[in-house]
């Protein structure tokens, strides 16, 4: 794009070379930023006003009751999706599998558990009791329901099952995602179907997935104040514990939000880095 | 004349309502090369496609090295192998496809290990040593740790190559390998593939490429409809035809 002098010349165009280039003035954005700092300076000034004791939003940060709480809803929000993951890929793959069996049992989970309320689940794992008093594996093991269905455990399975019905469809449009021809040429060199899920077809979808994985694991970590009704002391459930007893309910609740502000914000660096591990070999100068 | 190598008889099969294959046989003889060539939808790649299995024919019968493929007969009636039946005999064969089909996720290295680590769980140090003898083999002991997407279509072909090889087949399916290629990029595969048949490997290849046909072939078989048209040696089908159709497409795809 820089003819010669010469040939611009002979062309009766004007010499470009040397000349600077203009930066352009972008009003619009100027304006627009202009006004955003307005509105924000306007929020600022009315919460500053309004009828919120800052100084108990610093105090109740770090009380070991909140701390407790935010690393109990970190523990659940990774174990319940933990859980999730396990059963989705293992749902993910029954759907895809020959055996009709499989296909009809895998929807059928997907079926009851998309098509219920999670905090219906929660409240049906934690009064298991009333249907089962005693449960256990006959001949093995077995205890009162009351004492083996702990909040913890309830929260765990209600959460994480529930979730593992979301993640199959995840994991199933991942693996649908993966070219045909990458199951035939596994195929071709003699792997079984499971061998080239695991090996071929999985760690391909993965890449395809992360993104709406990282976005169902931050739904988790939110989704988990569910589990404060049934007595499960994560972060919120310590919030409202507090301010039942001082009547601060505003300040306890920014103190909540700006935990699980902490949490999701350290979950989005991580999820890149997952997304670098699955790319190789996708982009022309991997590694 | 002993046993072929490679039998199929009566074999038929259809896609709903399209009849791919009606009612094909043909014999490969052990250390032969036969090219299939015809107009695309002329089921020369579903042909292939049955003889490892990537299809499951109609009716009729497919023998390798002496055992019938995906069936059994027991007390006088066909019973269907199991998965891990058919996988075990798919060993025979070796794959190679119009589109590559090499793992993105692996290196070129990791692609040819593959097959003998995961399937025949040999030791991933001794596997390594073969599996960059094979790279070395097809031209590209220096692109071992490239990924496909690192590498050209006719390279990557060649990985493929590499990575059919390393399962040790004994007969090698090459389905329209030199197709999806850019001009400049056909040599360098057809020169691993005549290398190959230098080496005695029995194997059956789908192509356009008549050149290689010519020069390579020990038959060659003409496809069309789903049926065999005419077939025998390259000098006769390639250059003297019997049947109309045959010179009709010949004609068709020289001009």
Same mark, same amino acid.
């Given at each position: 794009m820089s003819p010669g002098p010469a040939q611009a010349l002979a062309e009766g165009f004007p010499d470009l070379q040397g000349l600077p280039v203009a930066r352009r003035a972008h009003v619009g954005r100027w304006a627009a930023a202009a006004l955003i700092v307005i509105a924000l300076l306007a929020l600022v000034r009315a919460f500053a006003k309004g009828q919120i %004791? @800052? !100084? *108990?939003?610093?105090?109740?940060?770090?009380?070991?009751?909140?701390? %407790?709480?935010? /690393?109990?809803?970190? /523990?659940?929000? /990774?174990?319940?999706? $933990?859980?999730?993951?396990?059963?989705?890929?293992?749902?993910?793959v029954m759907r895809l599998s020959p055996n009709p069996v499989l296909r009809t049992v895998a929807s059928g989970y997907a079926?009851?558990?998309?098509?219920?309320?999670?905090?219906?689940?929660?409240?049906? @794992?934690?009064? #298991?009791?009333?249907?089962f008093p005693v449960i256990g594996v006959p001949g093995l093991w077995s205890g009162r329901?009351?004492?083996?269905?702990?909040?913890?455990? +309830? $929260?765990?399975?209600?959460?994480?099952?529930?979730?593992?019905? *979301?993640? +199959? %469809?995840?994991m199933r449009a991942g693996m649908l995602s993966v070219d045909i021809g990458q199951y035939e040429a596994a195929q071709a060199i003699g792997m079984s179907r499971l061998l080239a899920l695991r090996r071929i077809i999985l760690p391909q979808a993965m890449r395809v997935v992360i993104p709406p994985l990282g976005n169902e694991f931050i739904g988790m970590v939110k989704l988990t104040s569910l589990a404060s009704v049934i007595q499960y002391p994560e972060v919120l459930h310590s919030a409202e514990n507090?301010? *039942?007893?001082?009547?601060?309910?505003?300040?306890?609740?920014?103190?909540?939000?700006? @935990?699980?502000?902490?949490?999701?914000?350290?979950?989005?660096? #991580?999820?890149?880095?997952?997304?670098?591990?699955?790319?190789?070999?996708? !982009?022309?100068?991997?590694? | 004349m002993t046993q072929p190598f490679l039998a199929i008889r009566n074999v038929s099969k259809a896609f709903g309502q399209f009849r791919a294959l009606l009612n094909v046989s043909l014999d490969v003889q052990a250390g032969t090369v036969l090219c299939l060539i015809g107009a695309s939808g002329s089921g020369k790649t579903t042909l292939l496609r049955c003889v490892n299995q990537l299809v499951t024919i109609d009716s009729g019968g497919i023998w390798l090295d002496g055992d019938l493929l995906g069936m059994q007969v027991k007390s006088g009636r066909l019973h269907r192998l199991s998965e891990a039946e058919i996988a075990?005999?798919?060993?025979?064969t070796g794959m190679v496809f119009q589109r590559f089909n090499l793992f993105p996720h692996m290196t070129a290295l990791e692609n040819v290990a593959e097959g003998p680590v995961q399937v025949h769980r040999r030791k991933p140090l001794e596997v390594r040593d073969e599996a960059l003898e094979l790279l070395a083999r097809v031209g590209l002991a220096d692109k071992a740790a490239n990924y496909p997407a690192q590498l050209s279509g006719g390279q990557q072909q060649r990985v493929a190559i590499a990575r059919a090889l390393a399962m040790r087949p004994k007969l090698m399916l090459f389905d329209e390998p030199t197709s999806a290629l850019d001009p400049e990029l056909v040599g360098e595969v057809l020169a691993v593939m005549k290398e190959l048949a230098r080496s005695q490997m029995?194997?059956?290849?789908?192509?356009?490429?008549?050149?290689?046909?010519?020069e390579v072939a020990d038959r060659v078989v003409y496809m069309d409809a789903g049926r065999i048209v005419e077939e025998g040696a390259p000098s006769q089908v390639l250059g003297a035809?019997?049947?109309?159709?045959?010179k009709a497409f010949l004609s068709a795809v020289i001009s």
């Open positions: %004791e @800052w !100084s *108990y939003v610093g105090r109740f940060m770090t009380v070991p009751a909140i701390v %407790e709480g935010i /690393v109990n809803t970190v /523990v659940m929000a /990774v174990a319940a999706m $933990a859980l999730g993951i396990v059963l989705g890929v293992i749902v993910a079926w009851l558990f998309r098509g219920t309320p999670v905090i219906l689940q929660l409240l049906l @794992w934690f009064n #298991l009791a009333l249907v329901a009351v004492d083996v269905m702990t909040p913890f455990l +309830s $929260a765990l399975l209600g959460l994480g099952i529930n979730q593992g019905a *979301y993640t +199959s %469809e995840v507090i301010y *039942y007893a001082n009547s601060r309910v505003i300040e306890l609740l920014i103190v909540a939000g700006v @935990w699980y502000l902490a949490v999701v914000s350290v979950l989005t660096p #991580l999820q890149m880095l997952l997304e670098r591990r699955f790319a190789r070999g996708f !982009s022309g100068n991997a590694r | 075990r005999q798919r060993l025979k029995t194997m059956i290849v789908v192509t356009h490429e008549l050149g290689f046909a010519r035809p019997n049947e109309p159709r045959t």
